[in-house]
């Protein structure tokens, strides 16, 4: 059943889904089965596989969930085979939970209670013989030994029943459910008396969209507003309904019990039970469900957009194998100077002052024209913090007046540099260096290679995240953890120089494998073949199944070592070699060779034509780094804080965080502006990756800055022209304005951020959602994620 459920799901068949399953059981992982599995599962790519992999496990824990409550029920003495068909038929667990509902073990309710006074025959009269004389039939009931005093305790008693009975309804739950979720809006209001203190979430001071397209990351603005008592939200189930009166959800009720006022003497009775069903038991439950569908579903895209920034960051073309100089700039503490050679091995290190206080400007400049002549440095890493464009200066002082090096300087992000510094990694892998001074190594390595110096930082600290604080942690680091595990499969480690913490990525490896894998290294010296790691402790043939076409061997004992062909796969290369006549050094890299030879003629029992197309294919290019070519931006001179920025002003930038609502850009002021995803491309698009990804470089059109906020709008449509509004103050907050400077109902920020919204919003000119974002509270919010 869960096989072909996947299969449907993801379009492919249930043969290939049951072998990918079947792996994953036996331990097998999703970077391993997507290379070198694919006779397995057909050719499934690691992107289905991970999907396969997230509704398998789903799905299992919704058996298991079926079973705890077949059995619960069955143990009760009530479960009918109606009921139990209707539980087997649920392919949610939310449907599972309504079925449930009514059997749950729970405190004994008002229901219950009168139920054992013996209320229910008078609730059963009463709902089904709307005539009945509702006084003189609770008359009967009136008991004062059962806690009975009159009729109108009967009464209640009748209506806490039928509210109950209700309230469990499955299909009249699922009725209002689908009614709330396609009509409901999500309303928002400032607390009483917070309204300075809330600020920050000025948008939200009375706000109100419909609830299914609220995007993530105004959810969570809302939710994390409440959080910190600052606003009030609820679900609104009658946005359209002006003067107050029965809702439509009571509506939905009377209509499934085929309940109406027809001047019959219990029809007010029953009206009333609806009434209170709805305010007192169902509303309130279908609130609570709904925001948590709602932060389920936000916190589900949150994590997303991380897990896709974080790709982006950590597929980010390296400068390679160069001598390299990092800075880590500071104001009165100076900058830290460390040099790395080509192996990322540290080889000087230093602290200059050239600013203020101490501004030692002339003998810092010596100091690191002495250093780069002295190690020959190639790239010169200046982390993006405080004083770097400072620092950035000097080093262009340095270049210039010194021909003889040729050194090229790029600035870097040095998110996560400092909590690297301080962590038990970095103190085992520099335990000689300042904390201080790690930084600065960090940021020359991430340089040289991205991912290889990034895994070694907690992937929340990256700050490339859309609420990363709000979501659930445990989701998240999974999530992470995912992402980094297939981009260092994707690259390829060199077993003889990597880290602990990139070899713990990889495939069928853990922290206690790599770290035994590095103690064998340094004991032994480098691996000269794959086979020499199964003398590493703990690390036996299933791990090196797993492992070995992952890790890398430059300059071995085997050419093949280095190439990302399993070895398990090596015959098919000696069969090669055989029907040749070639030697294997002279095979590699040969493309004429290798495309005058038919696949078929290679194949095998064990290993079929995909995986004979990629060995010819790694054959052909050894060890290829499916990252791009390294390339850097250039911030334009004299453009160095945020005051320094003017309308119009075209500049050239990275692209550091990508969100679902736009694409933010550090052009070198300390401060990243925000492309709207409307002014991304002329084209209509509904996900900025579309254009735009992190890392990218970018040109962008100053449109609009509010140096009091700090907030900095751009435009990637360099046609655009910014609104002359703005063009004399560049400080003026719009973000609840509309164009013309009257008060618009709806906030601005509201209309465009979903980008959809846009074709249906009539306050959104052509030139105006550019502007949108200067206001928005979730800019501000992610702009302090990020920090």
Not at 402 to 428: F, H
Not at 459 to 476: F, T
Not at 706 to 735: C, E, H, N, W, Y
Request: charged share 25%; hydrophobic share 35%.
């Amino acid at each position: 059943m869960i096989i072909n459920k996947i299969a449907e799901e993801l379009s492919v068949k249930a043969s290939q889904v049951n072998a990918a399953v079947k792996l994953l059981d036996e331990g097998a992982t999703v970077p391993f089965i997507a290379r070198y599995r694919k006779e397995a599962t057909e050719g499934l790519d690691d992107t289905q596989l991970r999907n396969l992999e997230q509704r398998l496990t789903y799905l299992r824990e919704l058996e298991e969930r079926r079973d705890v409550i077949l059995r619960s029920i069955d143990e009760q003495g009530k479960l009918t085979s109606e009921l139990k068909s209707s539980i087997n038929q649920a392919d949610s667990k939310t449907t599972l939970e309504d079925l449930y509902l009514p059997f749950k073990p729970r405190r004994r309710t008002k229901g219950q209670i009168a139920i054992e006074a013996g209320l229910e025959p008078l609730a059963d009269t009463l709902f089904n013989q709307p005539n009945t004389a509702v006084e003189e039939a609770a008359g009967e009931f009136v008991n004062a030994e059962k806690g009975i005093a009159d009729t109108k305790a009967a009464l209640e008693g009748a209506r806490f029943i039928l509210m109950e009975r209700f309230a469990e309804d499955a299909s009249l739950l699922g009725k209002i459910r689908d009614y709330l979720i396609n009509n409901a809006h999500i309303k928002s209001v400032v607390a009483p008396g917070k309204e300075q203190e809330a600020s920050k979430y000025k948008d939200y001071f009375s706000h109100s969209e419909k609830y299914k397209n609220t995007p993530s990351h105004r959810a969570l603005a809302m939710f994390r507003g409440r959080n910190e008592g600052l606003l009030h939200i609820q679900i609104d189930a009658d946005p359209q309904q002006e003067e107050k009166g029965p809702s439509h959800c009571e509506h939905i009720i009377a209509s499934h019990y085929s309940i109406a006022h027809q001047g019959r003497p219990a029809d007010d009775f029953l009206a009333q039970v609806v009434q209170w069903t709805w305010k007192i038991k169902i509303g309130l439950h279908m609130e609570t469900e709904l925001f948590s569908a709602l932060r389920e579903r936000a916190e589900k895209e949150a994590i997303e957009v991380f897990a896709k920034n974080l790709n982006d960051l950590l597929m980010a073309a390296p400068a390679g194998a160069k001598t390299t100089m990092g800075l880590d700039p500071g104001l009165r503490t100076g900058v830290k100077v460390a040099i790395v050679d080509s192996t990322g091995k540290v080889v000087a290190t230093n602290t200059i002052f050239p600013h203020a206080p101490q501004n030692q400007w002339d003998k810092s400049s010596r100091t690191l024209a002495t250093l780069c002549k002295q190690y020959k440095v190639d790239l010169i890493s200046i982390g993006n913090g405080t004083g770097s464009r400072e620092t950035d200066k000097l080093v262009g002082e340095v270049l210039k007046n010194n021909s003889d090096i040729n050194a090229q300087k790029i600035m870097v992000s040095e998110a996560g540099a400092s909590v690297y510094s301080a962590s038990e990694l970095a103190s085992k892998e520099l335990p000689t260096l300042d904390v201080s001074i790690r930084g600065a190594v960090s940021i020359a390595r991430r340089l040289q290679d991205p991912l290889a110096e990034l895994v070694k930082i907690e992937p929340k600290a990256i700050g490339v995240g859309q609420y990363q604080h709000d979501v659930s942690q445990s989701q998240l680091g999974k999530s992470l953890d995912r992402v980094i595990e297939d981009c260092v499969n994707a690259v390829g480690v060199d077993v003889n120089t990597a880290s602990p913490a990139l070899l713990s990525y990889v495939s069928g490896l853990n922290k206690t494998l790599a770290h035994n894998i590095v103690k064998l290294r340094d004991s032994k010296g480098a691996f000269s073949n794959r086979k020499a790691l199964l003398d590493v402790e703990r690390l036996g043939p299933k791990a090196f199944e797993q492992a070995a076409g992952f890790l890398r061997i430059v300059n071995g004992t085997n050419p093949l070592d280095a190439s990302s062909v399993h070895p398990e796969a090596y015959p098919v290369v000696d069969k090669i070699v055989d029907t040749t006549a070639v030697a294997v050094n002279d095979i590699i890299g040969n493309t004429e060779l290798l495309k005058s030879l038919s696949p078929d003629t290679f194949t095998s029992d064990d290993f079929g034509i995909p995986t004979v197309k990629d060995i010819f294919k790694e054959l052909e290019k050894p060890g290829r780094d499916p990252r791009p070519e390294f390339k850097t931006a250039s911030f334009k001179e004299g453009v160095e804080t945020i005051n320094d920025l003017k309308l119009g002003m075209i500049l050239e930038g990275v692209v550091s965080n990508v969100a679902n609502f736009g694409a933010f850009v550090d052009v070198g002021v300390h401060q990243d502006g925000l492309v709207h995803i409307s002014a991304l491309t002329d084209k209509f698009i509904s996900d900025p990756r579309e254009v735009v990804k992190a890392g990218d470089i970018v040109k962008v059109k100053v449109m609009d800055v509010d140096v009091a906020r700090k907030r900095i709008s751009f435009t990637m449509r360099l046609d655009d022209t910014p609104q002359s509004a703005s063009a004399g103050t560049q400080s003026s907050p719009r973000s609840d304005r509309d164009g013309r400077g009257k008060q618009n109902k709806t906030p601005r920020s509201h209309q465009g951020a979903g980008r959809g919204n846009q074709r249906n919003s009539q306050n959104h000119s052509a030139k105006q959602p550019q502007n949108s974002a200067m206001g928005n509270a979730f800019a501000d919010a992610l702009a302090k994620a990020k920090k």
